[in-house]
């Protein structure tokens, strides 16, 4: 069946520092894939895509990557922020979908 | 100027109740959706209209029936609730439904608390 599923439920690191926030599918014929942020209270927000004939796609401190080799998708955060703190979630979606499939969640916690 | 506003933000309700959520995009969107998401955060489809057309339904219990009255509204009546049906409810929209990978914009959500 598909799932799309994350390594980490929790990730804590310090201001400043980069956050990567990482994610498994496995549907190989997934095409699109999407990162959200949702915070405490809030709806989830789009925060970049990908195609999977790219494998890199840059954003305003953030970029994607995608490995359709080992079905693996990443978020990398630059100088994470107190702001970045929310839950990050992964969806992907099948071209002959209409449907979007979320992945469980990582909470990222910034330190001060 | 809210893009996506639902209502409303919380509801609290007895077992066997019968209840609505209302949704409103201001964005013009053709496609609209509404997402469960549960207490573990996990969030899925339920379903989703394009021109007032129902394009996704998902395995919901028929308890859950979307109306849509015209392209900016999706409204989700719940029958007879259940304490199952306790979770947070979002409604989305984007201009056009995937696979064309439209952007979703998601309100602000409903929470549901059935006791």
């Known amino acids: 069946g598909e799932s799309v599923g994350l390594h980490l439920p929790t990730l804590s690191v310090q201001e400043g520092d980069n956050s990567i926030i990482n994610c498994a599918y496995s549907?190989?014929?997934?095409?699109?894939f999407i990162w959200y942020k949702q915070e405490s209270g809030k709806g989830p927000q789009f925060i970049i895509d990908?195609?999977?004939?790219?494998d890199k796609r840059q954003g305003q401190r953030v970029t994607v990557l995608l490995n359709k080799t080992v079905k693996h998708l990443s978020l990398q955060i630059a100088a994470t922020q107190p702001g970045d703190s929310a839950v990050y979630f992964c969806?992907?979606?099948?071209?002959?979908?209409?449907?979007?499939?979320f992945g469980s969640g990582t909470r990222l916690l910034v330190r001060p | 100027d809210t893009a996506v506003s639902q209502t409303p933000k919380y509801l609290v309700t007895q077992m066997g109740n019968d209840k609505s959520i209302k949704c409103e995009q201001n964005?013009?969107?053709?496609?609209m959706y509404w997402y469960k998401q549960d207490s573990k955060k996990f969030l899925k489809i339920m379903f989703s209209?394009?021109?007032?057309?129902?394009?996704i339904n998902e395995t919901v219990p028929n308890r859950f029936s979307p109306k849509s009255p015209d392209k900016a509204h999706l409204n989700l009546h719940i029958n007879s609730l259940e304490l199952g049906d306790s979770a947070v409810y979002f409604c989305?929209?984007?201009?056009?439904?995937?696979?064309?990978?439209?952007?979703?914009?998601f309100g602000p959500g409903t929470r549901l608390l059935v006791l």
């Open positions: 989305a929209s984007s201009q056009d439904p995937l696979p064309q990978g439209e952007t979703q914009y």
């Open positions: 209209y394009n021109n007032k057309e129902l394009i």
């Open positions: 990908i195609r999977s004939n790219m």
């Open positions: 964005l013009g969107h053709d496609t």
């Open positions: 549907n190989s014929a997934s095409d699109y």
């Open positions: 969806a992907e979606n099948k071209g002959s979908s209409y449907k979007l499939i």
